[in-house]
């Protein structure tokens, strides 16, 4: 790093998880059926996750066990503490709080494990950082109610994210509302449409309009639960958390310019909502071109101008490129929208591989937005292979490693005011896209397969050291 130029000593260098993905106990203290439970595996030649209405008998649903995080967490939290991580996020399982989400009085019981988490985080020297809805909701909500085009459940979450702040404000300053709300953009993906909104696609529906409603009332649920973190305690800070792909033009074609500004605006207008209080221009003129009926009241304006966030959480793992539109030269993916990025490898889940994008994103996030930005993701999945009880992960090394000089240069050299960094994530779990544990994404290897068999022991990996070093030299250390 830039001599004198260093961050902040109270940087909150950490990982993180999400509680479906690691808690398993899908059945144990009270908590009803989400919709991570009615998710199958899939895998990386056929990436589509199947979603069943319930759970049924002889099918594979990864997230009932996850990595047994929820048996396991003093003994995990152990090893975070030896790693010297100063802040953990994980989210709580609504269905815990909240088993059918319709309920007025809350599961006790969920209560009290999410009490004794945090309470152990903290008397590690761990930070809590929370996410209210990772993926997740009460698959009641999806069958019954119709998912978030629902204005119903904007009560039901409000009230969800005021047990928790009320319970927890003492152990937990951080939360974020719903992660990565932007991913439904890319609603031609089912998958994203059910885990951001819990949107099943009724016949003859127009799936883009049925987003942008959705879309709005979690904005406006998100805006209420920040009002209320106010009342409770002012102390609190809640942010937005949005999934950051930079989407580059392929060329300096003024057309391809044009097509990746508008694919920018297209993905991001969920931050401008949760940063700057209102809808951008573009988007009012786009609903009334494509006749959209999307339901915005005067009180809705109302609350999302006071409602803003206190800071933005993102993910970062990768960028993507764009054109102007049938030119004929160029080759788009299947939904006609992306290309390729020459300059850029890809990792084995053809996610493409580009450190310099945390630098540019930031940058952006920056002079956008005006929030603070706290980066609660950035992480590479890879296939591991264990030789004499060691993991050798240069791979993950390596990327961690330019991610973060990338993001160094953003705090130190361009004023990028971030409070931290946790990377995704401290130990193996499931995938969100794809449902597997091959994926891997840990510093701690977890020793089961894709249908969960294995011991579940725990092994460090060679990355573990690795930033155990960086952490304990606050970022300097990047050997
Ligand atoms: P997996 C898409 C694009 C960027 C991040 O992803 C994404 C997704 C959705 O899969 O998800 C985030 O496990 C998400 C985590 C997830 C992580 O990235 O699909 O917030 O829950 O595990 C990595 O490889």
New binding site residues.
């Given amino acids: 790093m830039t001599k004198g130029l260093k961050l902040p000593n109270d940087f909150l260098w950490g990982g993180a998880v999400?509680a479906h993905?690691v808690e398993g106990a899908w059945q144990e203290g009270g908590k009803g059926v989400s919709i991570a439970d009615v998710m199958m595996a899939a895998s990386r030649t056929d990436p589509a996750r199947v979603v069943t209405d319930k759970v049924e008998d002889g099918k594979i649903y990864p997230n009932h066990w996850g990595i047994d995080f929820y048996h396991r967490y003093k003994d995990d939290i152990d090893l975070f503490q030896q790693l010297g991580m100063r802040a953990f996020r994980t989210s709580i399982a609504w269905t815990r709080i909240y088993p059918n989400g319709d309920e007025l009085k809350p599961n006790e019981e969920g209560l009290a494990y999410y009490e004794d988490l945090f309470n152990t985080l903290r008397s590690k020297g761990i930070e809590p950082v929370v996410t209210l809805s990772?993926?997740e909701m009460p698959n009641k909500l999806v069958q019954e109610y119709g998912g978030w085009r629902n204005r119903e459940l904007i009560d039901m979450f409000v009230r969800f994210a005021t047990t928790c702040f009320q319970r927890f404000h003492k152990q937990v300053r951080f939360w974020m509302t719903f992660?990565?709300i932007d991913?439904q953009s890319d609603w031609r993906f089912d998958h994203h449409l059910l885990q951001d909104s819990g949107l099943k696609l009724k016949e003859g529906e127009n799936a883009e309009e049925a987003m942008f409603q959705a879309s709005h009332n979690e904005l406006v649920a998100s805006a209420r639960a920040v009002l209320a973190a106010r009342k409770i305690d002012p102390q609190l800070q809640v942010g937005g958390m949005l999934?950051m792909?930079p989407i580059y033009p392929l060329t300096a074609k003024p057309e391809d310019q044009m097509e990746a500004m508008r694919a920018m605006q297209y993905r991001y207008f969920f931050g401008d909502v949760e940063a700057l209080g209102q809808y951008p221009a573009w988007l009012r003129k786009y609903w009334r071109q494509k006749g959209y009926n999307v339901k915005v009241s005067a009180a809705d304006a109302d609350i999302l101008r006071r409602g803003t966030v206190d800071f933005m959480g993102m993910?970062y793992?990768m960028s993507f490129a764009t054109a102007e539109r049938d030119d004929g030269e160029v080759e788009f993916d299947e939904h006609n929208d992306l290309v390729g990025n020459p300059y850029l490898p890809k990792s084995d889940?053809g996610w493409q591989i580009d450190p310099v994008g945390m630098r540019w994103i930031l940058n952006w996030m920056q002079d956008r937005w005006h929030k603070p930005v706290m980066i609660v993701?950035n992480?590479f999945?890879a296939y591991d292979k264990v030789e004499d009880g060691k993991i050798h992960d240069n791979y993950l090394i390596d990327y961690l490693r330019s991610h973060i000089a990338e993001m160094e240069k953003a705090v130190v050299l361009d004023g990028v005011d971030l409070i931290g960094y946790m990377m995704?994530s401290p130990i193996d779990l499931i995938?969100?896209?794809?449902g597997e544990m091959a994926?891997r994404?840990g510093l701690i290897y977890v020793d089961q397969d894709d249908t969960g068999k294995g011991s579940k022991k725990r092994l460090l990996k060679d990355s573990y050291f690795w930033y155990q070093r960086l952490i304990a030299s606050n970022g300097a250390d990047l050997q």
């Fill in positions: 999400s993905q990772h993926f992660n990565e991913n999934a792909v993910s793992y889940w993701e992480g999945g995704w995938s969100a896209s794809t994926k994404y």
